[in-house]
């Protein structure tokens, strides 16, 4: 009580100025760049955590989480010595890095002895536990003070609320955590619970501020304190800030690590903040809710002292791996002198297990490296014969593309086109009768145009009337589970609807749900649609809805040229996009194309082969020298993931020419279908261990409502390569590696590569860094095991209970088994077929880019005119830019 | 002769495929049998079901064979436990695969069902109180299997404690009974002659143990917990416990009706089974999780399933129970589809012509007393022509007054015939299939059917006075109450699944 009336008159003190708002949301917005925003999982596209803190080197943002949240982005020693005895990691990196590094640090300490040390210590292997709770190593550690070894540069600060414990020992940031879960699942519930909080209308902190006084979850005193508590967020945030006796310098770091506690709570609140101009202080309210409960909690315990507690334990582990892994007699460490014990020390704390694991990391990188590149070159060059094909397809760079066009390049006279699934249309997009539309394009870009789909009128009508009287379904079921008395009545009534559809989901799931779906289309019967691809002149709120004239022809252009199509145009011309298929997995959105913002990748195909067939865009292109014979004709269809087929979504009137293109690539699907599912579904874990009909068990995966693994996604992708197919024709890249045509001799102004880098580039970065954090840190990053996920809010997914809102892959999506990872967490290497001159353009004039390579999120190699690799080292980056050296981990 | 005799065959062919199958379920476990047994193993579990269908089929004598029962409630039970297990050990076969407990998932699924169907063919007290132990006992340690996770062995803790306390409130129970009439069997137990000797306070307290026995899995308040906090468990363990053995309550009570005959024990079980009504309904209002929901909604049904034993309506209550573990199991089961995919078109056009609605309410109103005037006589048929009118009358509004254009209303109208239809044919099987189950209802007083009423009609008034009051201090309170009530404890929950990063430092052995 006291503590609240102190606060009032502190806070009147401080009058709410501008500048003191300025000020508060400039921190706040420096501090938000350590979470990242999360959008709903319905439209999963993925992310990287690690966005806003690129501008630092990978293994400083490494070590600063491990000291302030204790999580591990390296992969664990299991991890590492699993790869090794696959034969994934070359050791002969491991040396290499180690004889590097021993080159490059000097120490006070024999070199064969630090050596001996390191070798033994990069076995990966835990001390032994009796050396560590040995007696003598006690008496050893008791004589040695503290180790000064001057790392305290970085400022890392804990909420104050971790370090008490209540009464019955549970650790207050515990309870405060479940607090702060509730609020925020409650106030962005998207229209699951039939009852809103109340107030919310009237934003986070108000509705906050309005409730807290009542919350029975809190104890009387705890909600006495909050009583009469700020009414506006950016003044409660003040005030509790300093309640807690944060000084102005601490305040971002302690708003860091608030934020830090969960991040998918605070990312998604991140998100809406951008999303609308109502809840743009979003974060703000966020902060000002959990600091202020943080108060109410832990100022019964005020002041509170502030004990350091004294590291003796980690300087025991260091000394035992002196004494294990250095093989040092402990008569020998008694004889030295204080310095020399404190340069062991020191030494032993700095090739500590964090930078062991880096060391293997880049080992197994440079091995994935080095084999991609044989393989590559093996290839080369061999592929002499040049058939003028019969149709070219084009495929989105995700990486399942590939096993696929492989297997469809050896059916045929077919030639495989590699391009961001999106192709390059800025576009949102609305389905048949939607008023929602989807912005379909990577998740870092703004749309520009809507495209609509559209029927004729009294189609339209009797089209959404029968769509709607199948949700009527869903909305009376709604209904009366939220109504006390129907609910009562609502197992008997739709119960044995539900065990039927039980019943045949879990003893002929591939019939069931391909009934349920056939059952669901013959009601629907969607009406022929067309687009609106022409621009309309009715103003509407919002973007426009179509193209003019000539952004047709521009982005037809700009698209074809991304390609490398502007001649000799094959008779078809196949556009693909791409979507999975999965019952019963919330996760299905991710397993959609990332290029298309999480959605089926098939309206952007339909959109631009339709803009590549209307005569006056083709009448254009003539004039910029892009001649598109009348012969050919462009079609739209959809590689669906999960079963390895072309579905057709758009087919006009063909000639004959293409026809028999048409009839040839339907002859031979069935048999590129059985092919690549097989090799595919070989991946997968199984019960069977032969397989008969591979195309009819990957339906099954695609069907069965129990199916965890629908299909492996991205998982293991590795690699990102853009250049012609010719240089990965022909190789199996496993499905590891996202291709992008590209000819450098087309680009001279080196436009296409940067735009090249900078979409589809980011977008591979992105799945990439989110595969490796939901590898390697599954409990932060991933979403763990989906067995024990419950959806919240509708928005994502939280863990048993109660959890932070989940933000990565889920646990099945990278492991084979709890014991087995399936996925190598290895940084995107980014394979460009330039020569150096381009490649050293790009640097210097993307310095977002730049900054990715020198800071290791991805990786960076060339191919040259000859064929020659290079590997462009993070640490040469800098000089061959002859750029001031800066410091890179900060 | 014959009948029984085929009874008695068909008792040991179950018995045995029980056991094979119990069998299966332990060879499993042994880590030189492939993980592709799994295929094998579901076929047998499929045995003891279809065994229990040709015996549901065939009873026609109510009888007894030795200490089992063999009447078709008992076989009805056995076959709905059984099948509800078999149909999740076949989810957990993709659903759960790469688990580090697998096999014990599919041992524990097995013995558990398989004890709880024991439990329910059980005539001999001992051997119900053993069975229904053992099936306690499966349920925590599948609760319990993923351990190393803190809030499972947390959340194991609390359910184990008070499934103890349940199952020694039933012990203690059948003890008194046995002390009591001198008999072991159910039947004779409870016969008149030895009902007779019953004191009343002796009556009273044997009641009172066994409705603590059979409140606390049925997750009533305020034995609620653990069911709150065992959302957890994986989905298809949370499907098990919501299906097939929250509901245990009315099945004991429909074998115990000849002892509760409208005292003190079925009051306290129909005020306690109330009030879980409304909180559970709360719950699921008020709750955003999906499976959080299901909780909530859980937790009332099953007060409702009491309140239906409490007033004497027996089939009703089994017909509940079942119906309701098939949805349960369903919407468990299918959870990973809560997600939808961009928003659902907007709603449909509210402004419906008022009169489409008012038909509905009258149409409720009519067919509700239509109901009611088929069996006035019988206390529980006031409540059920409640329920049913006023569900008609929402439905109405949502299928056919709602409906957009003739082909919206004609679809509504469609739905509405025949998920009545469907509602009054399958009503009709069990009551043909249970009409020879003995059981003995005595009419509860006027007086407290119309309390029951007046409580799920003041839920009801609630929810519309909270519509129009949304700015009240009582709905915040009320709110926040029911958030809290739905709620685990901060002990149990974890903001990050912090053992995944154990699994990936330590290994474990396969």
Redesign the interface.
């Known amino acids: 009580m006291s503590g609240t009336s102190v606060l009032m008159k502190e806070s009147s003190k401080t009058k709410d100025s501008q500048s003191d708002f300025q000020e508060m949301s400039a921190i706040i917005a420096a501090a938000s760049q350590v979470i990242a925003p999360l959008w709903p ?2 439209t999963f596209a993925a992310r990287s955590p690690w966005l806003g803190l690129e501008k630092q080197s990978f293994a400083g943002v490494a070590s600063w989480l491990k000291e302030t949240r204790d999580v ?1 982005i390296y992969p ?4 590492i010595l699993a790869a090794k005895r696959k034969g994934e990691i070359d050791e002969k990196f491991v040396q290499r890095a180690l004889q590097q590094w021993l080159d490059s640090n000097s120490f006070p300490i024999p070199r064969d002895e630090a050596e001996r040390f390191c070798q033994a210590a990069l076995k990966l292997e835990p001390l032994p536990t009796e050396l560590l709770s040995s007696s003598k190593l006690e008496q050893l550690v008791a004589h040695l003070h503290e180790l000064n070894s001057g790392s305290g540069g970085k400022f890392t600060m804990q909420p104050l609320s971790s370090s008490i414990e209540n009464q ?1 020992h ?1 650790r207050l940031i ?2 405060l ?2 607090h702060i ?2 609020w925020c ?2 106030y962005l ?1 998207d229209s ?4 809103t ?3 919310r209308e009237k934003g986070f902190y108000r509705a906050w501020q ?2 807290i006084q ?4 809190l104890s009387k005193n705890q909600r006495q304190s909050l009583k009469g508590w700020p009414e506006k967020p950016q003044t409660a945030l003040k005030a509790a800030l300093l309640a807690l006796e944060i000084s102005e310098s601490e305040i971002q770091p302690y708003l860091e690590g608030h934020l830090l ?2 991040p998918g709570w605070a990312g998604m609140m991140l998100w809406r903040s951008q999303q609308s101009s109502a809840e743009q202080e979003l974060l703000t309210e966020y902060l000002a809710v959990r600091i202020s409960m943080e108060w109410a909690l832990i100022h019964p315990y005020m002041p509170l002292t502030n004990e350091r507690v004294a590291y003796k334990a980690s300087i025991a582990s260091l000394l035992a791996s002196w004494l294990h892994w250095g093989e040092l007699p402990m008569e020998e460490w008694l004889q030295m002198s204080d310095a020399q014990q404190q340069a062991y020390l020191s030494f032993a704390s700095i090739f500590d297990d964090q930078l062991r694991r880096k060391i293997w990391l880049e080992a197994w990188e440079q091995t994935h490296e080095e084999r991609l590149r044989q393989k590559m070159i093996s290839s080369q060059y061999k592929t002499g014969h040049k058939k003028t094909p019969l149709a070219q397809l084009a495929f989105c760079i995700d990486a399942r593309s590939e096993p696929f066009r492989r297997q469809l390049e050896k059916e045929g006279p077919f030639e495989t086109i590699g391009i961001a699934g999106f192709f390059g249309l800025p576009i949102a997009t609305s389905g048949l ?4 539309s ?1 912005p379909s394009l990577p998740i870092m870009l703004k749309p520009q145009h809507k495209i609509r789909e559209l029927a004729e009128e009294h189609e339209l ?2 089209y ?6 199948v ?6 079921f709604k ?21 039927l ?3 045949a989901r ?2 002929v799931p591939r019939r069931a749900g391909r009934f349920l779906r056939n059952l669901r289309e013959g009601w629907l019967r969607k009406p022929n649609t067309e687009l609106s691809l022409h621009h309309d002149d009715k103003r509407e709120v919002g973007l426009p809805v179509g193209f003019a004239d000539q952004e047709k022809v521009n982005y037809a252009r700009q698209t074809l040229k991304m390609m490398g199509l502007t001649k000799n145009f094959a008779p078809l011309v196949v556009i693909c996009g791409h979507s999975s298929q999965s ?4 996760y ?2 991710a397993l959609d194309c990332g290029a298309c913002g999480g959605a089926a990748g098939g309206f952007n195909a339909r959109v631009f082969a339709a803009l590549c067939n209307l005569p006056e865009v083709r009448e254009n292109l003539t004039y910029e020298g892009i001649e598109i014979p009348d012969d050919t004709v462009f079609v739209a269809a959809e590689h669906r993931t999960t079963v390895d087929d072309l579905e057709w979504i758009y087919v006009p009137k063909l000639t004959e020419a293409a026809q028999e293109a048409f009839a040839r690539i339907e002859a031979i699907m069935p048999d590129v279908s059985h092919k690549a599912n097989a090799a595919r579904l070989a991946q997968l ?1 199984q ?3 032969q397989l008969k009909k591979p195309s009819a068990e990957a339906k099954r995966f695609a069907e ?6 629908p299909e492996w996604g991205l998982a293991r992708n590795a690699a990102f390569i853009i250049g012609k197919r010719e240089l990965t024709e022909g190789c199996d890249l496993e499905g590891r590696a996202f291709l992008h045509n590209y000819d450098w001799q087309e680009d001279a102004d080196g436009a296409l590569l940067a735009s090249i880098i900078a979409g589809p580039g980011t977008v591979a970065q992105w799945i990439n860094l989110q595969y490796y954090a939901s590898t ?5 990053y ?1 979403s ?5 996920q ?5 928005l994502g997914v ?7 809102l989940l933000t990565g892959l889920p ?2 999506s990278v ?5 087995e990872a399936y996925h190598s967490p290895l940084r995107l290497l980014i394979v460009i077929q330039a020569p150096s001159e381009h490649i050293e353009r790009l640097l210097k004039t993307d310095s977002t880019f730049r900054q990715k390579v020198r800071n290791g999120w991805v990786r960076l190699a060339s191919v040259e005119r000859e064929g020659h690799w290079r590997n462009w080292q993070p640490y040469t980056i800098n000089e061959l830019l002859n750029e001031p050296y800066k410091e890179r981990s900060e | 002769m014959f009948v029984s005799l085929t009874m008695s065959s068909l008792m040991i062919i179950f018995l045995i495929m029980l056991i094979i199958s119990g069998l299966s379920g332990l060879v499993f476990l042994h880590p030189r049998v492939p993980i592709s047994f799994v295929r094998v193993h579901i076929w047998i579990v499929a045995l003891p079901p279809l065994i229990s269908v040709l015996a549901l089929t065939n009873t026609s004598a109510n009888g007894q064979i030795g200490p089992w029962y063999t009447d078709s409630l008992a076989w009805l039970m056995v076959f709905f436990v059984l099948a509800i297990g078999f149909i999740i050990q076949r989810f957990s076969v993709r659903y759960l695969l790469g688990d580090r407990a697998y096999r014990k998932y599919f041992t524990l699924f097995t013995l558990t069902t398989g004890a709880a169907s024991m439990a329910w063919l059980s005539a001999d007290l001992r051997l119900m109180v053993l069975f229904w132990g053992a099936t306690l006992t499966g349920l925590t340690l599948l609760i319990r299997l993923n351990h190393e996770w803190k809030v499972v062995s947390e959340a194991a803790k609390v359910s184990g404690r008070l499934f103890l306390l349940s199952w020694l409130s039933l012990v203690l129970a059948m003890v008194w009974l046995f002390q009591a009439s001198g008999q072991w069997q159910l039947s004779s137990a409870l016969s008149i002659e030895n009902l007779v000797l019953l004191g009343n306070w002796e009556r009273a307290g044997i009641n009172l143990l066994i409705v603590l026995a059979v409140i606390i899995p049925a997750a009533q308040w305020p034995f609620h917990r653990w069911l709150i906090e065992s959302v957890v468990a994986p989905t298809p363990v949370s499907a098990i416990m919501h299906a097939g053995l929250v509901n245990a309550g009315g099945i004991m009570l429909t074998r115990f009706s000849p002892l509760f005959n409208g005292d003190i024990a079925s009051i306290t079980l129909l005020i306690l089974a109330g009030i879980s009504v409304l909180i559970g309904s709360g719950i699921s209002l008020v709750q955003v999780d999906y499976k959080r929901q299901l909780v909530g909604s859980t937790i009332g049904q099953m007060g409702f399933m009491l309140i239906q034993c409490a007033l004497g309506a027996y089939i009703a209550a089994i017909i509940h129970l079942i119906l309701h573990g098939l949805f349960k199991a369903t919407l468990f089961l299918q959870s990973g589809s809560a997600v939808r995919r961009f928003e659902v078109s907007n709603r449909i056009n509210e402004r419906a012509s008022y009169l489409w609605i008012l038909a509905g309410r009258a149409l409720g109103i009519v067919a509700g007393v239509a109901f009611w005037l088929m069996a006035p006589g019988e206390g529980y048929q006031l409540i059920s022509a409640l329920i049913i009118g006023w569900s008609l009358s929402v439905s109405w509004t949502q299928l056919v007054a709602f409906g957009e254009g003739r082909i919206g209303r004609s679809v509504g109208f469609l739905f509405l015939g025949g998920a009545a239809l469907v509602y009054v044919m399958i009503h009709h099987l069990f009551y043909e299939l249970l009409q020879t189950t003995a059981f003995q209802s005595v009419q509860p007083p006027m007086a407290v059917v119309i309390i029951v009423a007046c409580l799920l009609l003041f839920g009801s008034a609630i929810g519309a006075w909270i519509a129009r009051n949304q700015s009240s201090v009582f709905f915040a309170v009320l709110y926040l109450w029911l958030v809290k009530l739905g709620e685990a404890k901060a002990k149990s929950v974890d903001s990050h699944p912090s053992y995944l990063e154990q699994y990936l430092q330590k290994g474990g052995n396969q």
């Open positions: 999982i319905s591990d664990s020693a299991l991890m019955s549970e515990n309870i955590d479940h879960i509730k699942k409650l519930d699951q619970a039939g009852w909080m109340p107030n309005r409730l009542y919350d029975p979850a506690s969960l009768g939607h008023t929602h989807h009508q009797l959404q009337h029968r769509k709607q009287a949700h009527s379904l869903s909305y009376t209904t009366m589970k939220q109504n006390v008395l129907a609910s009562l009545l609502l197992p008997e009534l739709s119960g044995p609807w539900l065990s559809q039980m019943a879990s003893f019952t019963n997995n919330p299905a959105a874990p019960l069977q261990s069965d409502w129990s199916e965890i693994r390697v840190a599954p409990h932060y991933g763990g095991s989906k067995a024990t419950t959806v919240t809010a509708g939280m863990q048993g209970n109660a959890s932070d646990w099945q492991m084979a088994t709890d014991f």
